[in-house]
């Protein structure tokens, strides 16, 4: 009979051993799949974050597209701008030439002494105070231009 006690003890042994061995196996799984949750739970996150990252470059890229698109138009308006002003100063420039011009011949045909002098630092036309300049009319005619262009040249 000792003998079927010690087997009986075996048998509780190894039924106990099975159950420890159940529990641990339960136990594993049970960790297993919580860490197999963590682990779908980081892989969402980092999906999210992905997407997160995305929509938000794509905001940046449209905002920069934007910017681009207005810092064009805005450097097609200079250079239309630019090009004007390139032509209103060449025209300016011939202007000034033929007034120069028109100068050169007044002092050409008048003595230096009595009518007039063109600065050489300025090549501005100037009247030697001296002179009754003021009461040939003929001179006057010029006086009465000047206005008149200077006019035309502040409408560009």
Known sequence: ????????????????DEDLLHQRKRKRMQSNRESARRSRMRKQKHLDDLSDQINQI??????????????????????????????????????????NEIINLMNSNCPTTDCTNVSSTTGVFEFDNHHDFMNNPWNMMYLNQQPIMAAEMLQY
């Open 58 to 99: 794509k905001k940046d890229n449209t905002q920069i597209v934007s910017t681009i698109n207005v810092t064009t138009q805005q450097f097609v308006q200079v250079e239309a701008d630019n090009s004007v002003l390139r032509a209103q100063m060449g025209e300016l420039s011939q202007r000034l030439n033929y007034l």
């Open 1 to 16: 009979m000792a003998s079927s006690s010690g087997n009986s003890s075996q048998i509780q042994t190894s039924g106990s």
